[in-house]
């Protein structure tokens, strides 16, 4: 009969326990567990809020209420099919871009190699407007979008330009030489040729914005500033669809993705296939992120905050993905309802809010490692 064996060491600023029954062990960081725990509550305290807050406050017991249908008709429909969606988005989309944001800057060993300093976002931006441009024939953004539009064509043009993006980055930036014949990366030029990639793209946006016909560039602007107004049940479907998909995918390959944070001599010592895993990391993050701006356009700074924070609450070593996609789904909620009640009878652009914080946060960032890269 196998007997259960709980040891508990030091390592480092945190304590690590490993639960071991017969010859199965299973180890874990209780600092780790804890932080993810208080995260997933303050994104449950926040999605309540978002429900409950608009133009019309809707007490917490009405929230529940209208979320099981026992209310009144009328804040039954506010709260399943108006505030719901929206706070549903705002969750996926902060998960998505908190992961994608965590696994580039582990591949990439920057802290500043965000999928929206990289130009990634950017580059969905452009696929996204470029559709719009090209097929919109129907109300987007304000109006509600067209269902067929919304689920299918946006999210392949912003995922596809995502791609395209990445790939300009990644071939043009990398460099040969590391381990063996693989291609390893220079950070300090990927994030040069991310910059001028991202400038690149922003001009056809712009480009795209001022030749187009009137109407449709004005449905793309409203896309293209981050906002999170008048998503519905449409939005939900896709993002919820590539996160079922991607977030098991970034999950199981999260071993291989510490070891990457070591660098690639270290990630091959230990028997990973560094370029295989190079690749499949940054297509699950660059997917991420074209669907995170094909559902609420691009909303910038994210990816690049939350992994930062979530790393430095956990204080563990590896890569936080499951902290950095809670953190990432915290800070969309809460600027969010910053955005809807910062100023009254006005609602902001999400993406602005988060602009406004993480614009500084980067400025900071650079000033910090400016010494030492």
């Known amino acids: 009969m196998s007997t259960r064996e709980v040891v508990l060491t030091r390592s480092g600023p945190s304590w690590v ?64 099919q108006f505030r719901l969606p929206r706070v549903m988005v705002a969750v996926m989309v902060g998960a998505a871009l908190g992961l994608s944001g965590a696994v580039v800057q582990a591949v990439t060993r920057n802290p500043i190699a965000a999928p929206d300093v990289l130009g990634v976002t950017a580059g969905a931006s452009f696929g996204g407007v470029l559709v719009l441009l090209a097929l919109g024939g129907t109300t987007f953004g304000y109006g ?11 999210p392949l043009g912003a995922i596809a330009g995502a791609f395209v993006a990445a790939a300009i980055v990644l071939v043009v930036g990398g460099s040969h030489g590391g381990v063996g014949t693989h291609r390893t990366f220079s950070t300090q030029r990927v994030v040069l040729v991310g ?23 004005a449905k793309a602007a409203v896309w293209l500033v981050g906002s999170l107004h008048g998503r519905g ?13 991607l977030l098991p995918i970034a999950l199981l390959l999260g071993r291989r993705l510490n070891a990457l944070a070591l ?4 990630a091959a010592t230990l028997g990973v296939p560094v370029a295989r895993t190079q690749v499949g990391l940054f297509v699950v993050a660059f997917a991420l992120t074209g669907t995170a701006a094909a559902a609420a356009g691009p909303v910038d700074f994210v990816a690049l905050l939350a992994p930062q924070i979530a790393k430095r609450l956990v204080r563990t070593p590896g890569v936080p993905l499951v902290a950095s996609a809670l953190t990432g789904s915290a800070m969309v909620l809460a600027a969010d309802l910053l955005a809807r009640l910062a100023i009254p009878g006005v609602e902001l652009p999400v993406g602005a809010v988060t602009a406004l914080v993480g614009a500084p946060y980067l400025l900071w960032l650079v000033i910090r490692s400016g010494g030492t890269r």
């Open 17 to 80: 326990a490993r639960v071991r029954r017969g010859s199965a062990s299973v180890l874990f960081r209780p600092r780790a567990v804890g932080v993810s725990l208080a995260l997933f509550a303050l994104v449950l305290v926040l999605f309540c809020a978002g429900v409950a807050a608009g133009t019309r406050v809707i007490p917490l017991d009405d929230v529940l209420s209208g979320l099981a249908g026992r209310a009144d008709h009328t804040t039954v429909l506010t709260v399943q």
């Open 144 to 154: 509600g979008a067209a269902a067929e539009l919304s689920q299918i064509a946006v």
């Open 195 to 217: 910059i001028i990639c991202h400038a690149a793209f922003i001009g056809l946006v712009h480009w795209g914005l001022a030749t187009g016909d009137v109407d449709q560039a």
């Open 233 to 245: 049940w449409e939005h939900v479907t896709g993002v919820a669809t590539a996160l079922l998909v």
């Open 263 to 266: 660098g690639e001599p270290s």
